[in-house]
């Protein structure tokens, strides 16, 4: 690949196949710790520690690699079995699909300003993600409508800038509306991404 995805600190499930004792499929929240050609040292939870016999070397698992451009998806076996909290996953280049479209969302109520005909617009998100963000608004919006936004990630930073449009994806609450980005710069989108690693990080801590 001329520009690898897959970095330290990115968020992965790991899917495993458990049969029928605990469900057909469960999924493992788990981050890169280490990254390298063709595997991954990634964090293993406590939370986890019953699934650890389904996860012996060899064992064939999907990996969902929740990247900066989108979702990587890699069909990987496991090389080192979980132990002292780390596991190490190996993988074929030639098996991964990029959903470019799927990102990781978090809820995140933060200043959102889009830049209209009549002047700029300050409003709330409700959750943010690396494809768009939800937000909560009393003025009317047509469906698909283009505008320009700036999005606060971080206090003291420089604001996100994007061009996206304005759907309406829940009739049911007529005061919320999606903002999905069409051009967004890789920096800028990192800086999104990383913020919603680092909410879903502080969120399991809490848990």
Avoid at 52 to 75: C, N, Q, R, W
Avoid at 176 to 188: G, K, P, R, S
């Amino acid at each position: 690949m001329a520009q690898n995805p897959i970095r330290k600190g990115l968020k992965v499930q790991v899917e495993i196949d458990t049969g029928s004792v605990i469900g057909s499929r469960s999924r493992i929240d788990c981050y890169i710790i280490e990254p390298d050609l063709d595997r991954l040292t990634v964090s293993f939870p406590e939370s986890a520690e019953e699934l650890i016999p389904y996860l012996s070397e060899g064992s064939e698992i999907k990996a969902f690699i929740y990247t900066f451009t989108g979702i990587v998806i890699i069909d990987s076996i496991v090389y080192d079995a979980p132990f002292d909290g780390r596991m190490v996953i190996e993988f074929n280049e030639e098996h991964q699909i990029i959903q470019r479209r799927k990102y990781l969302r978090m809820p995140y109520i933060t200043d959102l300003y889009l830049q209209l005909e009549e002047g700029n617009l300050r409003t709330d998100t409700i959750d943010v993600g690396g494809g768009g963000v939800r937000f909560v608004c009393e003025k009317h919006f047509s469906n698909e409508m283009k505008v320009k936004a700036q999005l606060r990630i971080n206090k003291f930073e420089p604001m996100v800038k994007v061009d996206g449009i304005i759907l309406k994806k829940n009739f049911y609450k007529p005061n919320e509306y999606v903002l999905e980005f069409m051009q967004i710069t890789e920096t800028d989108r990192d800086k999104v991404v990383k913020k919603c690693i680092e909410l879903e990080r502080e969120q399991n801590k809490t848990n």
